[in-house]
């Protein structure tokens, strides 16, 4: 495909969207169509459009040849019954769905139409987590043994320019902090210990925001196949006075050396007479997502992280609330 790439965003409720939307807009490949959204985000929606200078509609419409779908996740599948018979591309943001059987689903209509999806999960387009996939690949670190992941930000009332309390409402976002923010991290340690997980245990709760109607922080111990255990502390435990919005760490342990990310995002630190803050100056794991969709589809290639890596993040997350849940050891 040697023409710009036609792409429309459906819905404006999840927060990825606004850093998106700009630089769908100024991609060079990208002919961004229009923002869809009907719903709460609508007046947001219509800003960020006339920002942008691209048509503002209530309702997809018009032919495009791809799809960001940042709407809420339980209307993926509609969305992608109604777009992926057309032959539109989507680029799915998590989660994929609320439901194993929904993404099950979603993965299945995908394939079924030949349309390429894509699931855009941060960490595997940060610099530092990629340098040491690499080197996992070529077996400078040995057999990898033992992955922690540490991944924990400020709960998403209070982001400019979107309203997103939607993520603290059970039956709109089906997980807490652990899941929202955690989701990431468990497609991170498929990617960097190279398997499936086999065993999960996880304990998630409401404990350091127990106002909420959700949980706000967890921790899990995940066993994978070959015995590679990862640990992982994910949710919204930042106070809203913490320097940076989201803190990320990931340490992997092989049988010949180890290696240790403490800081995966580009940042700046700014600050003032009573605080200082660290922020995201230039987020190239958003650059590299939207460039590696853009590829996939322009290319016909198969993207680097597809539907079923969604999929199975999915499961793995649904596991560790179902062991939380039970408290037991589930099977994954």
Same mark, same amino acid.
């Given at each position: ?22 630089? !769908? ?14 719903? $709460? ?57 609320? *439901? ?22 941060? $960490? ?85 925001? $127990?106002? !909420? ?17 990862? *640990? ?10 913490? $320097? ?45 997502? !939207? ?42």
């Amino acid at each position: 495909m040697n023409a710009p790439l036609r792409l429309g965003i459906v819905g404006y409720d999840h927060p990825h969207v606004l850093r998106f939307a700009p630089m !769908l807009a100024a991609h060079p490949h990208v002919e961004l169509a229009w923002i869809a959204d009907d719903g $709460p985000n609508r007046a947001w929606a219509e800003a960020m459009a006339r920002q942008l200078g691209v048509e503002f509609v209530p309702e997809p419409a018009g032919r495009i040849d791809a799809a960001y779908l940042a709407n809420r996740p339980r209307g993926h599948l509609d969305a992608v019954r109604r777009l992926a018979g057309q032959g539109v591309h989507l680029l799915c943001d998590k989660p994929i769905a609320l *439901t194993a059987e929904d993404g099950r689903a979603i993965v299945e209509i995908a394939r079924t139409a030949g349309v390429h999806l894509m699931v855009p999960f941060n $960490p595997r387009g940060q610099p530092g987590p990629r340098a040491v996939r690499e080197r996992i690949e070529r077996g400078d670190l040995g057999e990898i043994r033992l992955v922690h992941a540490v991944k924990v930000g400020k709960v998403p009332l209070t982001i400019p320019g979107i309203d997103a309390s939607w993520l603290v409402d059970p039956s709109e976002a089906g997980f807490g902090g652990f899941g929202d923010i955690g989701m990431h991290a468990v497609d991170a340690l498929r990617w960097l210990t190279g398997r499936e997980a086999t065993r999960a245990y996880a304990r998630i709760h409401r404990g350091v925001r $127990p106002e !909420l109607a959700v949980d706000s922080i967890g921790s899990a111990t995940i066993e994978f196949e070959g015995g590679a255990i990862a *640990t992982l502390t994910a949710g919204w435990a930042n106070p809203d006075g913490f $320097p940076s919005f989201l803190d990320a760490r990931f340490e992997v342990v092989g049988s010949k050396a180890a290696a240790r990310v403490e800081h995966p995002y580009q940042d700046i630190r700014l600050a003032d007479a009573t605080r200082s803050e660290r922020i995201a100056a230039s987020r190239l794991d958003a650059v590299w997502n !939207l460039d590696a969709f853009v590829r996939s589809v322009r290319l016909d290639e198969t993207p680097p992280i597809t539907g079923e890596d969604g999929l199975r993040a999915l499961e793995l997350m649904l596991a560790c609330y179902r062991s939380s849940e039970l408290g037991v050891e589930i099977a994954v």
